[in-house]
C-alpha cells in the first residue's frame, strides 16, 4: 500500500503516531468519563434533582435530562467541525475537552432540588446541554485526526483505540462508582460522594488540553493547507452533496448509539431496576463488560481491515440481533456472574458498531469536508438513538411490563443499521485524499483486498 497518498503519513515517526493516539485517547477518555459518570449516578441524580414520591418518574426525569443534552450534539457537531475543517483539527479538539471538563466540573457543584427547588434540575439540564455541546465536536474530530496519521491499510486498528478510551472511561467511572459505593457510608454518598466523580473532571481537562496543545495537524489537513482549499465548503453544500451518504451512515450508527448506551450506561440501570440488584453488584458487572470491550476493540479493528469495513457491518448488526435477549435475560437475574455475562455478550455487537463506524466516519467524506459531515452523522444518530436509549428503554418497561421489551427496540435499530450500512462503499485500505469532493457510485468505489 502506498501511503503518499495520505498526505505524508509514510513520513509520520511511530513515536509521533503514538502521541497522536495518546491526545486522542485521553481526550476522548475525559469527554466519555464525564457522561458516563451522569449515567451510572443516576439514581442518586434522580433523588437529588428532583421532586421525590414517584421513584421511577424522578428516574426518567433524570434520564430524559440526559436525552435533552443530546440535542445540543447536532449543533455542537456542526458548529465544531465547520470550524475544524477551517482552522484545523488540533486547536477544536483542544476547546471541546475544556468545555466539557467544566460542565462537568460544575455538576458537581451545584445545589440540589431540597436546596433551590426547581432551579436545581435546570441548572442540570443546562450544565449537560454544554456538555453536549462540547461533545458534539469531540469524537468526529478525534477520529478523523487519528485517520489522518494513520497508515492506509491499519486505519481499522489505529481507530480502535478511540473505542478503547471510551470503553475504557465508562470502565473507570464504573470502578470509581464502586470504590466510592465501598468505602464511604450510603450516607456519605448522598450527602457529598456522588459529587467526587464530577470533580476529577477539571484536572483531568487540563491535562488532556496540555496534550492536545503540544501536537502538529494532521498530514490531510496541511496538505489542503498548502493548497490553499482549507475553507470548509458551506453546511448547504456538505448536505447537498454528501447528503446520501450522511444519511446511509446515520442509519448504521443508529446501531451503534442505542447498542452503545444500552450496553454501557443503562445495563447498571436495568439490572437494580429489573433485576433488583445493588449499586455494588450492577456496578461490578458493568466493570467486567466494559473491561472486555476495551479488550477487543484492538482485535475488531484488525477484523475489519482483514475482511473490510462492509463485512464488519454485517457481523456487528447479526452479534447484536442475537445477543440482546440472553443478554438481557441474563442482566434481570440480578446476579452478579450472570449479569456480568449477560454484559460481556453485549459487548460484542456494541465493539464491532463502535470501531468500524470510527473508521467509516473519516472514510466516507473527503478532507475539506471529513469534520463537518462525520460529526453531522455521528452527532445526529446518537441524538436520536444513543440520548434516548435510557429514557426509552425504562418506558419501554413501564408501558409493556415486559423487562425484556428494550431488546425488541435493539433488534429493529439493528435491521434499520445494516440496510444503511450496507448502501455504504467499501472503503478498507483507500487513500484519505483519494476521496473525490462528489461522491463516487458503491460499484465502482469498492477498494479490493491489499
Not at 443516576?42 to 435530562?65: C, E, K, R
Not at 450516607?187 to 466523580?197: E, F, H, I, K, L
Not at 464530577?198 to 493547507?225: E, H, N, T
Not at 441474563?330 to 455478550?345: E, Y
Request: glycine share 10%.
Amino acid at each position: 500500500m502506498n501511503n503518499n497518498k495520505t498526505g505524508g503519513t509514510d513520513s509520520i515517526s511511530p513515536a509521533t503516531l503514538r502521541r497522536v493516539l495518546a491526545a486522542s485517547a485521553i481526550g476522548n477518555f475525559i469527554e466519555w468519563f464525564d457522561f458516563a459518570i451522569y449515567g451510572f449516578m443516576a439514581v442518586i441524580i434522580s433523588q437529588h434533582f428532583f421532586p421525590q414520591g414517584d421513584p421511577t418518574l424522578a428516574l426518567i426525569q433524570t434520564f430524559a435530562v440526559f436525552a435533552v443534552s443530546f440535542a445540543l450534539r447536532p449543533l455542537g457537531g456542526i458548529f465544531f467541525g465547520t470550524l475544524g475543517d477551517r482552522i484545523g483539527r488540533k486547536n477544536v479538539l483542544a476547546i471541546t475537552i475544556i468545555m466539557m471538563a467544566s460542565a462537568t466540573a460544575l455538576i458537581g457543584l451545584l445545589p440540589t432540588y431540597q436546596s433551590i427547588g426547581m432551579l436545581a434540575p435546570l441548572l442540570l439540564t443546562l450544565a449537560r446541554c454544554a456538555q453536549g455541546f462540547s461533545a458534539g465536536g469531540e469524537y468526529a474530530g478525534a477520529c478523523a485526526f487519528v485517520m489522518e496519521h494513520a497508515p492506509d491499510d491499519k486505519r481499522g486498528w489505529y481507530g480502535s483505540f478511540i473505542p478503547v478510551s471510551t470503553f475504557s472511561a465508562f470502565a473507570t467511572a464504573a470502578a470509581l462508582g464502586l470504590g466510592l459505593n465501598s468505602l464511604v457510608s450510603e450516607a456519605t454518598m448522598q450527602a457529598w460522594g456522588w459529587r467526587v466523580p464530577f470533580l476529577i473532571a477539571a484536572p483531568l481537562g487540563l491535562i488532556g488540553l496540555y496534550m492536545r496543545l503540544k501536537l502538529d495537524d494532521s498530514p490531510a489537513f496541511r496538505l489542503i493547507q498548502q493548497e490553499h482549499n482549507a475553507t470548509s465548503a458551506p453546511l448547504k453544500e456538505t448536505l447537498t452533496t454528501h447528503g446520501s451518504t450522511i444519511v446511509s451512515l446515520m442509519a448504521f450508527i443508529s446501531a451503534t448509539a442505542l447498542s452503545f448506551y444500552m450496553f454501557s450506561t443503562y445495563f447498571a440501570t436495568y439490572m437494580q431496576v429489573a433485576g433488583g440488584a445493588t449499586r455494588q453488584t450492577a456496578l461490578l458487572a458493568s466493570l467486567g463488560g466494559l473491561i472486555v470491550a476495551a479488550l477487543l476493540c484492538p482485535l475488531a479493528g484488525r477484523y475489519s481491515d482483514l475482511v473490510g469495513r462492509r463485512n464488519t457491518i454485517i457481523t456487528a448488526c447479526g452479534s447484536l440481533a442475537i445477543a440482546v435477549f440472553p443478554a438481557y435475560s441474563l442482566a434481570a437475574s440480578g446476579t452478579l456472574w450472570a449479569s456480568m455475562l449477560g454484559a460481556s455478550l453485549m459487548a460484542v455487537g456494541a465493539v464491532l458498531c463502535g470501531v468500524v463506524t470510527a473508521a467509516l466516519l473519516s472514510e466516507q467524506f473527503p478532507t475539506r469536508v471529513r469534520y463537518t459531515a462525520s460529526a453531522l452523522s455521528y452527532n445526529v444518530a446518537y441524538t436520536i438513538f444513543g440520548g434516548t436509549a435510557p429514557l426509552v428503554a425504562t418506558w419501554l418497561i413501564d408501558l409493556s411490563g415486559n423487562n425484556l421489551a428494550p431488546a425488541w427496540h435493539l433488534i429493529a435499530i439493528a435491521a434499520v443499521a445494516l440496510l444503511g450500512g450496507l448502501r455504504l462503499p467499501e472503503t478498507r485500505g483507500i487513500s484519505l485524499t483519494d476521496i473525490p469532493e462528489t461522491p463516487r457510485r458503491r460499484a465502482s468505489s469498492v477498494i479490493p483486498a491489499a
